[in-house]
């Protein structure tokens, strides 16, 4: 029991001496010093608002479709027996040339029967005429000759009263006068007649000089020329074949114009449209024949075809024809068809190819140019704000509104002023009155420069 006191008063003086020591060392440790905090600051790059024309611009794409497609239907029937050499899938002939002929001789012979009949008519006319003449004098002769049975028949019925002749003989008299009477009534009714019969002569001869002209109609018909300068789709005949009236012989395409019906999205078509009217359009327009092309023409829209071939970029002037009557249901999208003539000209081998028809290409339609339009890129619009830097540098979100959307490009129609700054670098989070350290970023500017001006690619 002593002994385990004894232990117990051996671990006290170490323990003393430690609570001292660490006294000592509080006494004389220094305060902490304070620290005055300093706020962090983002770097940011910037653009300086500038106030720029703007050309609105949309990207379209479609498949070239030759302007006029003609089928070459067979409007007689025959044997053919000349094929053009050329008459070939793919090959370009020039207009006027004939590729089919069909035999002639049926619709000759048919020619040469109705001029015989025109010429029967005639004949029949001219005896119409000279029988008309020659029945007018018998009727004359016929009449003196009535006139005399009259003064016969009057004379005989004075001696019939006195009784010198007998009833046999008056009765005779007065038979010969009624002969005498229908003859003159004959040929009163042949005189009359004869008009009718001149009419119908002549309505015969109509019938048999329209026999004629059909004749020669279906003559030339045997002839199937080019009606325009073409390339050939498809060809469906051959020398000896027997081909009916409506027989396909085959399809035809011009060269002479190209069409595309390019697909664009219901919204940037819509925005370019509502861009482009503002103040050009001033009332409510009535679709209607050649309605949009004068619209187009209204909002000075221009369209152009490229095709892009490796490095090299290949671009046709076109012009707004048409617009889709349907909305395309599974991409919202809607066919503004562009017009581009002389597709086959200015052909540079291996460099410049035609506008061939199938071919995949991109449409870009422009309208009139916009003044004094604020742009900013568009990765700049955050929903419906925009971040701006104030002249304390700092953060500053302001709501804007859109007046177009473009490429790269947003076009502001309110909410901004020239010289604001536009942050255009990634912030996040964004917390309105931090602090940024601003970058200026020319090149951004630049591109913006570029692609407003109608220069640079959309894409």
């Known amino acids: 029991m002593a002994t385990s006191w004894k232990r117990r008063i051996l671990i006290l003086p170490p323990i003393i001496l430690s609570v001292l020591l660490l006294v000592m060392v509080m006494k004389n440790k220094k305060a902490p010093e304070q620290v005055k905090a300093v706020e962090q600051s983002r770097s940011v790059r910037t653009i300086a608002i500038t106030p720029t024309s703007v050309v609105p611009r949309i990207i379209g794409y479609g498949v070239v479709e030759p302007g006029r497609v003609w089928n070459a239907v067979a409007q007689v029937s025959g044997r053919i027996i000349k094929v053009h050499p050329k008459f070939k899938k793919g090959a370009l002939l020039k207009k006027g040339t004939q590729i089919v002929q069909i035999a002639p001789d049926d619709y000759k012979i048919a020619i040469a029967q109705a001029q015989a009949n025109i010429r029967a008519a ?9 029988g ?4 007018k004098a018998s009727l004359a002769i016929e009449r003196q000759s009535l006139t005399i049975n009259e003064r016969e028949y009057k004379r005989s019925l004075t001696l019939k009263k006195r009784g010198t002749i007998a009833q046999a003989t008056l009765d005779k008299e007065y038979r010969n006068l009624l002969n005498q009477r229908k003859r003159v009534l004959d040929f009163e009714s042949a005189i009359k007649l004869i008009p009718t019969q001149i009419s119908a002569q002549i309505e015969q001869k109509k019938i048999s000089i329209t026999q004629e002209e059909t ?24 020398v000896t074949q027997f081909v009916g009236a409506g027989t396909n012989l085959g399809s035809i395409d011009s060269v002479e114009r190209a069409e595309i019906p390019a697909q664009i999205p219901m919204p940037q078509f819509r925005g370019l449209l509502k861009a482009a009217a503002r103040g050009a359009i001033t009332k409510p327009q009535e679709i209607n024949e050649g309605a949009i092309s004068k619209l187009a023409q209204k909002l000075g829209m221009k369209a152009l075809v490229r095709i892009r071939l490796n490095e090299n970029t290949v671009e046709w002037p076109a ?3 048409r617009i889709s009557d349907t909305v395309d249901p599974k991409t919202r999208t809607i066919g503004a068809i562009v017009s581009v003539d002389k597709a086959y000209k200015n052909v540079v081998p291996g460099e410049r190819p035609p506008l061939i028809k199938g071919m995949f290409v991109e449409v870009e339609i422009s309208a009139r140019k916009l003044e004094n339009q604020i742009i900013i890129p568009r990765a700049a619009l955050h929903a419906k704000h925009v971040y701006l830097v104030d002249d304390k540098n700092r953060l500053v979100i302001k709501q804007v509104r859109v007046k177009l959307v473009q490429g790269d490009f947003v076009v502001i129609e309110s909410g901004l002023s020239a010289n604001d700054k536009v942050i255009v670098s990634n912030l996040s989070p964004a917390i309105e009155g931090m602090l940024l350290q601003v970058v200026d970023d020319p090149l951004v500017s630049q591109r913006l420069m570029i692609q407003a001006s109608g220069k640079g690619s959309l894409r």
């Open 122 to 130: 005639d004949a029949k006319l001219n005896e119409l005429a000279l």
């Open 215 to 238: 004749a020669r109609l279906n003559l030339a018909r045997t002839k199937i020329t080019l009606p325009f300068d073409a390339r050939i789709a498809t060809a469906n005949v051959e």
């Open 132 to 135: 008309k003449g020659n029945t």
């Open 319 to 321: 012009t707004v024809v």
